[in-house]
Every structure is written in C-alpha cells, then in structure tokens.
C-alpha cells in the first residue's frame, strides 16, 4: 500500500535543508552526549583533540575522526576550546555546529556502533556517572520526596522508610542503611541533608528504573504520600517527549522564510495530497483562506496554532492567534484550571462584593494585610464569584518564581496556554491576544517578588553565576515593579494584588488599595461554633480575644483544640505570658508557612536595622499613639530621620495609620510577637521611665490652678501611664529592680492624682501588683499600702457614711502601713501624714472616736509643719485637704454644722485661693452640699451641688464625680418638691452612670430614686419599670464584683489578705 505523505515530505516542498531535516528525524530536547562532554570539561579540561580522537576510534566511530578532521582541528588543541566552548568569538560556524553533529551520532543506540556511553566508559567515567548523564532531568524525584517529607512530617523516624524498604525487598539499602550506624529512632530529617553523601547514595538507588526492582514511587505509596504529590514528583523529572518535528519544521519556515504565507502551506499539502490537512487550516483559519482557496492573505508568521509558540533565532517571537475553541472553554470554565476550590468564607462578604464593584468599574485593586489575615482565601472566594458572574480569573501563586521571566510564565499557564523563551514578550501578546475577552488577573503575594532582589544580595549561593544565569537579570524590584505597570496598563487586564505591603501602582492605571481588618468578634465566634458545635460560650468567647480576629491564628487554635481539652487550653491561653501564647499558637506540627511566627519573621527581617528598631519601640506602647507621643518617649534613642522612616513603615502592613485621629497602632498579637525581640527589654526600660516621670509631672500640675491641663494630659496618656505602673508590677524579671523601685516611687508620688482619675477596682489592682513586688523596700511598700487604703476610702459609694466591708479592707491596709511607719524613721513625710488621716477617719466610722481624733491631729500637725517651714502652694493645699479628712469625720458623727464650718474655713478657701477651679475645690462644694441636704436645708444643699457641678463638667466632663454630683441635684430637687427638674438631673446622671462608672451600686440607688420621683409625677408604670431597672443591676451586681473578687484571689489571697497581711521584710537580696 501506499505510505501518506508526512512531515518529510512536507519540509521538503517548503525548502527546508537535508541536514536540518535529518536533524529532525532524531530530534530530542535532551542530549545525553552534550551532557557527557559539559561533564568531560568540569572533569577534564585538558582533554585533548588528539585523546578524542583515539577513543572515538576503539568506539568504531572513525565517521567521527572525518568529522573532526574536515572541521580543521588541530591535535594539541583543547576540546573545551574548540568543541565546547560557548564564546562566540569561537572561530567559524562549521566548528560551532561540530558539538551538535557528534550528538546526533552518539546519542542513538546501535549494534554496532559505539555511541555516547560507550565513549564515556572509554574515558573512565564511572558507570554511576553514566546514569546520571543518561538521565532525562536533573531534579531527582528520591529528593523532593524526602524534602516533602522534612516540610509536611518533620517527625517521621529512619525505621519508618527502613520498614517500607523491608515490604520492597531492597535489601541493598538495607545493607547500606545498616552500615551507617544509625539509631532507629533518629529523625528522617535529621539524616537526610541535601548534598550529603548518604542522600545522594540514597537518591542514586531509588532513582535509577529496572525493571522487577521497586524504586522511589513505591517508596513514596508505602509512606502513603498522596497521589498528586507523587505525580508532581514525576512531572518534574519525566524525560521530555519527542517534539514534534511538524511544529519544528514549521519554526524554520518562519524563521527562513517570514514572508511565508498560509496559501503556500496550503499549496505545499495541496502537493503532496494531504486534503485532510487543508482542511483542518480552513476551518481553524476561516477569515484567512476560504474553502475554494482563492484568497491566501493570511501569513504564516501571524497564524501559527496557538500549540506552536515560534521562536527565531533573534529571540523575537512570533505572534500566534488563539483557537476558537480554546476561547470558548475558557468562557465556559471561567479559568484554566489553576484556581484552588473556594472555602467556607466567614466575615468577608462585604470586602469581596466592595472588590467586585471596583473590577466592574475598570478598576485595578491591591489587597494588603499582614500574615495570616485571610487573604488568600478572600481572592479565592472573589475569583468564584466573578465565575459566577461571567467573567474569565488567571489566577498566579508566584511560589517558586525567581524572576520576572517566571511570572510571566506562570501568568501565561494561568492563560492556558504553553509558554515559549521570551516569556516576557510572550505573555503581553497572549493577552493581546484574548480579543473580547476580560480577564482578572490575580497575583499573590507580590511582596515576596519585590524582596527577591533582597533574598539574592543576603545569599552567597544565590548570587552564584549559576542562578544569576537563570535570573537573566530581571529579578531587581524596579523590573517586578515595571512588569506589574505595564501589565495593569492593559485595556482588558484587571489585576488583584495581594501583598504584605502597600505598593503604589495609581500613577501608572486606576487601582484602589484596600486595608484587610481583622475578623470581627461576632465573624470570629462564628468561625468557632462552625467547627465544633460543642464549645462552650464562655470559652469561645474567650478564645475570640486571644485570637484577635486574625484567621490563621483562629484555624491554628481550632487545630489544637481537636488534641486538648477545650476548657484547659482555653485557660492555658488566657493567662500565658507573650512568650509563651507565642509558643502556644505556632506548634512545631504545622509547616513553616502556616506558621504566623514565621510569617511575621520574614515581614521583621526585610526591614532595615533601623526600622526593625523602630518597630520593637513601637510595641511598648500597649494600644494607639500618635508620632509625638513616640518623639517624646524615644527622643534620645531615635535620629532625625523619623519620618522617612514612618512612611517607610506605613507601607509596612505591620504598622497601621489612623489617618483622622493621626494615631498609630499595632495589632495585639503582632504588638506581643514584637515584644519578644532582645532590643525591647531596653526600649521598655526607657518607656517605664518616661512615664513614672510624666506621671509626677502630671500630679504636680495637677495640684495647681491648672489642674484641666493635667487631666486632659492624663487622659491621652492613660493606656501608656497604666501600662507603666503594670509592667513595674508584673513578673517582668528583666526590668532591673533599682529602675523598678524607682519608678514605684514616682508612682506614689503620683498616686492622689492617679487615685482621683482610675476606677476604683484598676488602681487597687495595680496598687497591689507595686505592694508585692516592693515587699522588701519598707517605706515603698508602706506607702504602697497606704494609697491602696486611701482609694479604698475614697472610692466607697457609701460615703460619707463608709460600708464596713471597706473599713475592714481600708482599716487593716493602713493599719499594716501605719506599724511599718511607726518602727521606720526614713518613711515620706507626706505618706505618713496620709496614711495617719486616712486611718484615724477610719477609726471614727468604726467608734474608736478618740483614737482616731488623735490620728488626725498628728496628721495635722505634720502638714502644717510641712506648710509654714516651706510656705508652699501644695504644701498648703495638702493641709487642706487633711482637714477635709477632719470634717468627713465629723460627717460620719452627724456633726453637719462643724463639718460645714470646717470646709468653710480651712479647706474651701485654701482650694480657692491656691488652686481656682479645680476637681479638689468641687468635691468641697458637693461635700458641703450633702452637709446641708442632710440638714434639711435643700436651697444651699441644691447652691453647692450646683456650684460643684458646674466645675466637674467643665474640668472632668464624663467622670464617675460628674456623674454623683448629677444625682445629689436630683436627690436635693426631689426632696425639695421640684420633681420634673430633680427628674431631669436623674436621667443624665444615669446616662453619665451606665458610661462611666465600675459597679452598679449606684445605678441602682438612681433608678431607685427615679422612681420616688416619677410615682410623685404619677407616672406610675414608667415608676414601676424604673424599679425593675434597679432590681436588673441587683442581679449583674455580683457579676460586676466578680473582677474585684479575681483581684483580691491573685493580689491579696495568699500574701495580702485583708485578715493576715505578712509583715515587710528587710531586703536579704535583690528582687
């Protein structure tokens, strides 16, 4: 019968040359031969012509020594000169194509004739050596599987590959494994280094095919490696297949020959009577040739099937129009198969829907958020829904890429389409090319492409001229940086960016950055709840603050909890130091990438010394704080670049901008990673010491005539003050104790001024954190426990008249002060003084009359001694205020009149000539006020509380003082019969109450008095829900005291408890 015609014959009509087309008929992208002698260059590089000669003469291949001889070699010339070289100032093209003539000699395999690895053996390359040339690739699958193995199963011991080697039956690698010594128990990783010895003898044996002999992927199904893994395994080291000699015959013609046109391919088959061919080209080329063949007008270098990228030797590739059909599929599927299935999103509805309108708008976007926050899975479940909407997704994960060449690779498969050379070139045509067609274009992490150059400059390995010659130069930021420009420029391109960082792209096409926020607590509980219906509330919602709505974090708890017991780790978490949540959050189980401590390192290392620096003062601050705040605390630490380098870090997603309020911030756990650098002991140690000091400078202010500056002061730095005084309480054992005692001090200092602007329960808390940890310096801890007493009596709802739970708790503070005072001389005067006023009040509430008369006028006496010797403005107004002590214990006798004339004459007068409007004056007033209310005298009761009022609004604003001195208003106007007046009063105060105050104590007496006075109105059923209001904060009443209880079992129980407070010791040594 009759052979059909084929390519042969076609090259032939189209004029390709004999010697190209022999070429052809054996043509393989990998030549074992070329391989032998790059090998024989490394190993031998006096190889000699002469020496060729002779071996390829014992091989039978004397066709070889004409070959060489016709090119003019000379027999003392080197082989790596003349044959291998790859300069092109290598002399004539007959010699430069001699390399390519002995390969298509030696690569094929014969009877008779010797070939590549006969010449091989002949020049003393070992058989083992020999397979290694022969095989296709250089990548061996033995390898990359125990690399998958360190990454996904870094516990995996030898004895488990020893038992699946034992099913296999090798029992030479039993014998080799045996003859290592090694222990059974020893980690795979531990033994499997890349470029080891025994690796490579490992990867050798299991590599190498023979037939009836198990080799690595029976290895890999006995060690239950998935599927998919082993098959990437293979496609990475599967022998090329034999190019098509078609497709190659038609890169020459348009190469030679660029003016070829469809109408002479179609003349050539029309020759050698291939119709079906021809056929195949009208259908595929409608619009260019016709079913008649009368018009050819189409050329072959703008029509090649999309299957034949064209490369000519300039390097320029020609262009290649899509299939039809292809086009269609891509509509129909949406993507081209590289897109990961969507997951179970929670909390991002509103930022993918906020994304599809911007993509619909023609407009680019930029996702940036620091590790972990979900933005993966956000482009994901984008990508589907804008399948679902018509549209066409290229999704890119860049892992891997080593340069701009790889992306645009990776950017070309995500097309569906085969990439060529220029990748570069290529992929803007491919895009051109999708006429019609919209494609969004996703690209992950850019970040880690813009810091490639970084990652090369840091290795001695990777700025090798091996990987440089990969890189082919284009791995810089700025050619990532003009690569992403120019591919956003495109009309019918859409990209989607994520990053780590924030890059500005806007002056180059229309693209909008949006910020990732953290999940909300009501997304992150749902998350809980989804994976495990059985948690409790209570823990999740626990859970949900430690994990701070950062995804990666929430799955990394959700994965431990399926090996713990929810309640204990809940626990575990809760009251774990930074370190140690850390350590908790980030298991050694979990691959590196899913990590968020490794994730967060690599962000930290890209950074430069200085902004790393930077970075670990910024985590001192425990919440928000503005570039002042920073100056001032750092000044001496920082230069005066800081502003270059905040913009630098503001790009950083690490470091969020509150552009309205110009506050800064970290997120808590990236604020706590931080903490853990070795530069932040000394970073707190000067944020410790700025604040114990500002918190004294604040207090002196304070007891001036501009005492508003201090408090609005105070309240801008309050998170900063109190994260001060805490650090000084906590177990921080780095803090140096003289830095440590010497801030308790300044804080005591402070501590009337803190006493009047804390709630109750959060200075006696931190009060009693300095207590214990100064137990050995007396007068600190002494003067400690004074202040804790004052609160005490001060912060008591039920004054003037004292509860006898806070005079028992008050009494045995100051009473354990006092005895220490009272044996040490070098006690502050002016904590003596207190703890003496404060103490003898006490003993008057609880009937010791006398006794506690004498306790005042020794406080008296210390202050005015204090006050005429120095004849100072404070020192006055601390006399003042011991003899306020004096009047409230003449209000606790009911002794109205005296107390009255006691702040009228000492203490009222002194405020004001000292100190004008000021929190200490008001609180006068609103004494004076209950005074006379407690009279029956409401006129002067409702002057007083008015007067007070009006200061605390102005000077306080929203304070727990404003808010009493609102309810005496209205208590005064309801006993004075003006109900609607003295119901007005009431509802703010209860406004002010829910806002602002720590118990519901008083909440409960305001709505109890609302009440009185809407029942007086007759509005009975408003009356009557009033009481139920009163009896609903009766019922959260334990609960709200439940934290003091929590503080009293961890600061008091057990060294300060009220009933046995243990006696201060001398100091034996340093704390």
Request: with cysteine; net charge neutral; charged share 30%.
């Amino acid at each position: 019968m009759r052979l059909i015609p084929n390519w042969t014959q076609l090259a032939r009509e189209l004029r390709v040359d004999e010697a190209v087309i022999s070429r052809m008929e054996q043509y393989n992208d990998y030549s074992p031969t070329i391989q032998l002698f790059d090998y024989l260059e490394a190993k031998q590089p006096n190889l000699s012509i002469q020496q060729l000669r002779q071996e390829l003469t014992q091989i039978n291949r004397n066709d070889l020594n004409v070959l060489i001889t016709n090119a003019g070699f000379k027999d003392d010339e080197k082989v790596r000169e003349v044959i291998t070289s790859r300069d092109p100032k290598t002399p004539t093209s007959p010699q430069k194509e001699i390399l390519d003539q002995i390969a298509l000699a030696l690569d094929g395999t014969s009877l008779v004739l010797g070939n590549w690895y006969n010449l091989a053996i002949k020049f003393g390359v070992s058989r083992k050596e020999c397979w290694k040339i022969g095989a296709a690739s250089t990548e061996s699958p033995t390898n990359l599987l125990f690399q998958y193995l360190e990454a996904t199963r870094p516990q995996m011991k030898l004895k488990k590959v020893v038992d699946a080697l034992c099913l296999m039956t090798r029992q030479d690698l039993l014998d080799f494994i045996a003859k290592q010594n090694f222990e059974d128990e020893v980690l795979l990783k531990d033994i499997m280094i890349p470029g080891s010895e025994f690796l490579q003898t490992m990867a050798d044996k299991l590599n190498r095919v023979v037939p009836a002999v198990e080799n690595w992927k029976h290895l890999a199904f006995k060690l239950e490696i998935p599927n998919e893994e082993i098959r990437k395994f293979g496609s990475m080291t599967t022998e090329p297949e034999r190019t098509s000699p078609t497709i190659e015959v038609m890169k020459w013609v348009a190469a030679k020959f660029p003016d070829t046109r469809l109408t002479d391919v179609v003349r050539a088959l029309d020759r050698i009577q291939r119709n079906d061919a021809i056929k195949i080209i009208t259908e595929e080329f409608i619009d260019s040739v016709d079913q008649s063949l009368q018009r050819y007008d189409s050329s072959l270098h703008d029509s090649l099937n999309k299957a034949m990228p064209i490369n000519d030797p300039t390097g320029r590739t020609l262009s290649v129009s899509l299939s039809s059909k292809v086009t269609e599929d891509m509509k129909r599927t949406g993507h081209c198969g590289r897109l990961p299935e969507r997951t179970d999103l929670v909390g991002r509805n509103e930022i993918c829907e906020n994304i599809a309108t911007l993509l619909t708008s023609n407009k680019s976007v930029e996702i940036v958020a620091p590790p972990g926050y979900g933005k993966t899975s956000a482009v994901i479940e984008l990508a589907h829904r804008m399948i679902e909407r018509g549209k066409f997704i290229a999704y890119v994960k860049p892992r891997g890429v080593s340069c701009v060449e790889d992306l645009a690779s990776k950017i070309i498969e995500a097309l569906g389409f085969a990439h060529g050379e220029d990748t570069v070139t290529e992929v803007f045509r491919r895009i051109c090319s999708l006429k019609g067609m919209s494609v969004i274009l996703i690209i992950e992490n850019i970040d880690d492409l813009m810091h490639l150059e970084d990652q090369i400059s840091d290795d001695e390995e990777l700025k090798s001229k091996t990987y440089c010659a990969k890189m082919r130069g284009k791995y810089l930021k700025d050619d990532f940086f003009t690569f992403f420009k120019d591919i956003g420029q495109i009309s019918n391109v859409h990209l989607v960016l994520t990053s780590r960082e924030t890059y500005n792209f806007s002056v180059s096409f229309p693209i909008e950055v949006i910020d990732l926020e953290p999940l909300n607590d009501k997304d992150s509980a749902a998350l809980f709840t989804k994976s495990d219906g059985n948690l409790d509330n209570s823990l999740i919602k626990e859970l949900v603050r430690v994990c701070g709505g950062i995804p990666l974090i929430i799955c990394t708890v959700l994965l431990i909890l399926k090996r713990e017991n929810p309640k204990e780790f809940t626990e575990r978490l809760s009251s774990s130091s930074p370190s140690d949540l850390v350590k908790e959050l980030n298991p050694e189980f979990m691959a590196n990438e899913d990590r968020i401590d490794k994730c967060l390192e690599i962000c930290f290392k890209r950074l430069s010394q200085e902004n790393q620096r930077i970075l670990v003062m910024f985590s001192t601050f425990p919440y928000r704080f503005t570039q002042k705040q920073f100056r001032t605390v750092f000044e001496s630490l920082i230069g005066s670049d800081l502003q270059k380098h905040l913009n630098c870090l503001k790009q950083s997603s690490l470091l969020r901008f509150d552009r309205e309020s110009c506050h800064y911030f970290l997120h808590p756990f990236i604020r706590d990673y931080f903490s853990l650098k070795p530069e932040h002991n000394e970073m707190k140690s000067v944020f410790i010491h700025h604040y114990s000091d500002l918190a004294v400078t604040l207090y002196k202010t304070f007891l001036s005539n501009n005492s508003k500056s201090a408090i609005e002061d105070y309240r801008a730095e309050k998170d900063n003050i109190r994260e001060a005084i805490a650090w000084c309480g906590d177990d921080h054992h780095e803090l140096e104790q003289t830095l440590r005692e010497k801030c308790i001090n300044a804080f005591n200092k402070a501590a009337v001024f803190l006493a009047k602007m804390m709630r109750k329960q959060e200075f006696e808390s931190l009060f009693c954190n300095l207590a214990r940890r100064c137990r050995y310096d007396m007068p600190l801890y002494s003067a400690c426990l004074t202040h804790i007493g004052m609160k005490i009596v001060l912060g008591c709802t039920c004054s003037p008249f004292i509860c006898s739970r806070a005079l028992y708790r008050a009494k045995s503070f100051l009473s354990n002060a006092n005895d220490i005072q009272s044996k040490h001389n070098d006690s502050n005067e002016g904590n003596r003084a207190q703890c003496l006023s404060k103490l003898g009040f006490c003993c008057v509430r609880e009937g010791r009359v006398e006794e506690g008369y004498e306790l005042l006028e020794k406080a008296l006496k210390l202050r005015r001694d204090r006050a005429e010797k120095s004849n100072k403005s404070r020192d006055k107004v601390k006399l003042a205020a011991c003899f306020n002590d004096l009047a409230a214990s003449q209000m606790v006798q009911r002794k109205h009149l005296l107390s009255i004339q006691t702040r009228l004459a000492s203490v009222l007068p002194v405020y004001e000539e000292n100190l004008g409007d000021h929190p200490a004056t008001a609180t006068t007033l609103n004494w004076i006020g209950k005074s006379y209310y407690a009279l029956g005298d409401y006129d002067n009761a409702i002057k007083y509380s008015r007067r007070s009022n009006n200061l605390r609004q102005k000077l306080l604003g929203p304070h727990q003082e404003t808010a009493r001195s609102l309810y005496d208003l209205g208590e005064a106007f309801s006993a004075k019969g003006e109900y609607e007046t003295a119901l007005n009063y009431l509802k703010e105060a209860v406004k002010l109450q829910e806002e602002v105050l720590d118990t519901h104590d008083e909440l409960i007496h305001t709505h109890q008095t609302m009440s009185i006075v809407l029942c007086h109105l007759g509005k009975k059923k408003e009356a009557e829900e009033e009481m139920k209001k009163a009896e609903e904060c009766a019922k959260n009443l334990d609960s709200w005291k439940a934290p003091l209880e929590r503080l009293e079992s961890r600061e008091e129980k057990g060294w300060m408890a009220v009933s046995s407070i243990p006696e201060a010791e001398p100091r034996i040594s340093k704390f």
